[in-house]
């Protein structure tokens, strides 16, 4: 053997090396435990609450609510009793006891600190008996000293991040890190700073609207996935307890409208009822446009195509337009019923069923696919007033009539039942001779 074979081979066996300590897969211990919130909708989406010694990363884009958010949330674990830290290399202490005292939470017992020092921060944590939670607001504005770079940069960002989650799992403490996000709506800096922490949420919405939604894109210690909604106020963020109704809108009473149907989906591990709105233009000598809004552009074109080669429904040379209400985003293959049934609505000029939802995948031979977990998006449309449903299979619940879906032409036949509530112009339909 050569000389260096042998030296390698005394290196990989060492004799101060430890070995790995190994554990039976049926063995472990209680489930981790959480620190509740205090605010209903964003301990769900955590999975129940904060994990000590775990780290969630909290993103948005400038002026969305996030320190909002999170002084609520801090403040109401401090006023239950916990040791709470809060420190903001944005803020000085003044602007954050402004907010506070905006929100009502001029009496929490919150300690906060202005500083930007990394190592500091870790040595607070630390430190700092019986801590249970701790807030950097933000992380790209932390620094390490020794690191030869500026705050914010790549290296800044993911040695600022290590440091602080290492010192939060020595202390037990559960850490809160808030970051920047780019013009593309991802969080800015590496994208390893996501693999780091054990939680990725996002807080969205319009400036220019009163809801905010509170989504999780990774999460360690719960469904990924899930949605929390919130009510921008005067007096902070209130708790959306309902959003189906919200992103459902007032339907009773309202005249029948084509191009509307609703969707019986899920987010994460919650049933949520959302409006699908479809329009379709007249034909046009110029390219059709195709746009959508909350859903993917992709399945807005396969739906199209399988519904004009199946169903026979001239959609070539129209404008059409889908947008969910809301500005919610909605990836659920299930949600390709509810699309399909909006558009054939907004073609036909003829309404969908008032009290009924819709939930199915469309397959391209034209045949609806069962969407799982039907039980709940039934029980989630009953609750909301909805007394029918159109998908596949045939699930069966009490106070909810399922019809059965099992093609496209099914859903045709289901909406030339519904009253016309506008007769197509002659130059709508393409002449049978041309």
Known sequence: MPVGGKATAARRNRPGARSLELE??????????RTPTGLAEFDRVLGGGLVRGGAVLLGGDPGIGKSTLLLQALGAVAKSGREVIYVSGEEGADQIRDRADRLGLADAPLLLATATSTDAAAATIVNTPNLALIAIDS???????????????????????QLLIAAAKRAGASLLLVGHVTKDGAIAGPRVLEHMVDAVLYFEGDTSQHYRILRAVKNRFGPADSLGVFEMTGLGLAEVPNPSALFVGEREGREPVTGSAVFAGFRGARPLLVEVQALVGAPGPASPRRAVVGWDSARLAMTLAVLETRAGLPFSGRDVFLSVAGGLRIDEPAADLAAAAALASALLERPTPKDCVFYGELALSGEVRPAPQADARLKEAERLGFSRAAAPGDTKMKGVKVETIKRVDDLVTLLAAQPLLRAPKPADWPDDES
């Open 139 to 161: 992380i790209q504005t932390m620094y390490v000293e020794g690191v030869e770079s500026a705050p914010g940069s790549v290296a800044q960002v993911r040695a600022s991040a």
């Open 24 to 33: 039976s897969l049926a063995g472990g211990g209680p489930p981790a435990p």
